[in-house]
């Protein structure tokens, strides 16, 4: 497997992101083949959509205003969570745990990094849809079938730091069984299923970077997945709470209090 990362520049709001991606591959003397997975950070995803919004816009809440107290926040920030959550679970100091879109993530994906001084990115919305229109745009102009992933930064719990995390895909499987398959001494699998999806979009994620690398866009040649023309949102991606070993036990816990 070989990747590539592709700079861009800064993507401005409501530019066409299957243009920047294939200018900025051409720029590079990169050209897109069969099977070629693109992995686009999501915040470009955003920017392309209008996801940006400014604090000093919106009014806070009460409600706001106590979030922000508890874990460190500007009250303005607290009530975007509060409108973008579907479910707040808790937090430390400067980040609240959230359920958005069928994934556990800090802020509701909100992030104030990479944007003008006084405004926040919001994560993408309607990302299914996004990434097969992408993906379609993508075949249309260059002929290609590709697969496409969006990715964005996630967390392991007591790990240090941020891995990748898939959001939406399209064009190849994200998950790939091993139940019921036999381990190397002939034992029959019971519960294993390897996250392809998370694998690829960490891989992709290290080469974006987290700070003012400018590339958001990752070109993976030669990947291991199986490649289909679905199209995967987070919510396929995402098991029962009662089934996840982290969830699960949260869930216990705070019946028993």
Known sequence: MRLYAVKTGIVKTDDDLVDVVLDSLKAQELQLEDNDV???????VSYSQGRLARLSDIKPSEKAKELAKRFSLRPEFAEFILREADKIYGGVERAVLTLKNGALTPN???DNKNASEGYVVLWPRDLKNWVKSFREEIKLR??????????????????????????AVAGFKPIRDHRNASDLYGKRIVMTRH???????SAAHLLMGEAAEGTPVVLVRNAPVEFDDGVYGAVDMMMPSGECIFMGTLDSLSERT
């Open 195 to 201: 996250a392809v999806a998370d694998d690829l979009a």
């Open 142 to 167: 260059t002929g290609k079938c590709v697969g496409v992933l969006v990715v964005d930064s996630g967390l392991v719990p007591l790990r240090i730091g941020t891995v990748g995390l898939a959001l």
């Open 108 to 110: 509701a994906g909100i």
């Open 38 to 44: 693109l992995a686009l950070a999501s915040k470009v």
